[in-house]
């Protein structure tokens, strides 16, 4: 794979998790990360983004931009999240029971559940008045 | 209705399209909801030509099974393409929806489910 980062600042709503989608899977393809791992890694960055516009960006004090950054160096890809809001550890979020019937399930935790599975590691930290969330994927 | 939608007998056939995300989830949840008001009780959503899915677009998929099921309709999934086949694996969608590797296959599974129950 080709080494590069990207950094970027995102308004507060659902229409920029749509182009900061388009945007990672680009620089994944532009970075030679295999498909798999593209999907896998902007479906977990949609994921965690999305919440934060979801509940960030509904409480006071509202989140008013998210930086992402993305590395990818040494087969190993790196990104990490961070807003302004209150601070908010999606990994707080319970484990939706995915043994449970069609009937039993809610749509609950599932974006979580998704990028925690999807990564090799997912970690939350609160620095002065941001939250960070750093994720990190071994491509083989 | 933005959801391109067309009749095979019984079933109606819908064909999801490009990506599903957390913008483009609240069409798709209107347009399948509507096809649910307008009595629809055998829909085949055709994932072709799906390449991306978020949980938004799950939890309509979520909503719209859990409906049928209540009106003893039935909703099935084909033609999912390896990266959305394994987000239905990791949430455990795969053990609570119906899926069918293409759309023949679903046709002809919706039609003797639908012959067994009458």
Known sequence: MRTGSL?????????ETERLNQMVRQFGKWHQMPDDAVFKISLSIDELVTNIVMHGGRKEPRAHEIVLRLTISNREVHAEIEDDGRAFNPLDAPTPDISASLFERNAGGMGIHLARTLMDAIHYSRIGQRNILTLTKRVA | MQLPIHQEGNITVASLTGQIDSVSAVDLERDIMLLLDQNTKSLLLDCSELDYINSAGLRVFLLAAKRLEQSAGSLAFCSL??????????????????????????????????AKAA
Not at chain 2, 95 to 109: E, M, V
């Open chain 1, 7 to 15: 950094s970027t600042k995102l308004d507060v709503n659902l229409y």
């Open chain 2, 81 to 114: 393409d390896s990266n959305v086949l394994m987000v239905f694996e990791t949430i455990g969608f795969d053990r609570i929806l119906t899926i069918y590797p293409d759309k023949s296959a679903a046709l002809a599974g919706m039609n003797s489910a639908t």
